[in-house]
């Protein structure tokens, strides 16, 4: 099992940065780590994906704005959140998995992105 805890989360204006951090409590480079965000009432929204071997995907919503990366001697993943918009603001959460999904999906606790000026 992994567990994760996000931080970094906090309030920016638009147009600022952020930088969430994914740390696990093992070993990450077995697990693809995706982003996922959600707001009350919505469903939640994949954001982005790093997979072993550092290819990289994001949503449209967030190219050229975010960027994904990893430090697997820290076991750590971040998000690199520019040019902030206000309907950026969510609960972002982090997600290890690996296939077969139903036996590998891991998700931490969120933490809380508020864009507003």
């Known amino acids: 099992q992994v567990q994760l805890v996000e931080s970094g989360g906090g309030l920016a204006q638009p147009g600022g940065s952020l930088r969430l951090s994914c740390a696990a409590s093992?070993?990450?480079?077995?697990?693809?780590i995706s982003w996922h965000r959600q707001t009350p009432g919505k469903q939640r929204e994949w954001v982005a994906t790093?997979?072993?071997?550092?290819?990289?995907n994001y949503a449209d919503s967030v190219k050229g704005r975010f960027i994904i990366s990893s430090d697997n001697a820290k076991n750590t993943v971040y998000l690199q959140m520019n040019s902030l918009k206000p309907e950026d603001t969510a609960v972002y959460y982090c997600?290890?998995?690996?296939?077969?999904?139903?036996?590998?999906?891991?998700w931490g606790q969120g933490t809380q992105v508020t864009v507003s000026s």
């Open positions: 997600n290890a998995w690996a296939l077969p999904r139903s036996r590998n999906d891991y």
């Open positions: 790093i997979r072993r071997g550092g290819n990289t």
């Open positions: 093992g070993s990450i480079s077995t697990y693809a």
